[in-house]
């Protein structure tokens, strides 16, 4: 079954990570909505297939790893849910063979895997 994000939930996710990014990387609105945008995007895409992600570990540290959320449900015993109070992306590192985060202001980039 396709999940699909809920707009009134993600209209309200999407202004408070805008407001933590700008926030915390003293970036513009406009910066801040490209990040969110693509957060967004990327996690709609994990939910049903890999993707390569490039971001910024919290000690300053490039990283590019691939990453799904396929398996989340099975895993975790409930639905992927986005909420508010969410200041990360969680994803499974197939690197790693773990399930790993990053920062949602930390994201540089992500490419579908096909």
């Known amino acids: 079954m396709r999940q699909k994000i809920k707009k009134g939930k993600l209209e309200a996710c999407k202004l408070v990570w805008k407001k933590r ?3 915390e990387k003293g970036i513009s609105d406009k910066c801040a909505e490209r990040i969110v945008q693509e957060c967004i995007k990327l996690i709609e895409h994990m939910l049903y297939g890999n993707a390569m992600i490039a971001f910024h570990k919290q000690d300053g540290t490039f990283c590019l790893e691939r990453g799904t959320l396929v398996g989340y449900e099975k895993f975790f015993h409930r639905e992927f849910n ?3 109070q969410q ?5 499974w590192s197939e690197e790693q063979k773990g399930w790993r ?11 579908a895997i096909v």
């Open 82 to 84: 986005i909420t508010a």
């Open 21 to 23: 990014i700008t926030a």
């Open 101 to 111: 985060r990053f920062m949602i202001g930390n994201l540089m980039e992500w490419k």
């Open 87 to 91: 200041e990360s992306i969680i994803y």
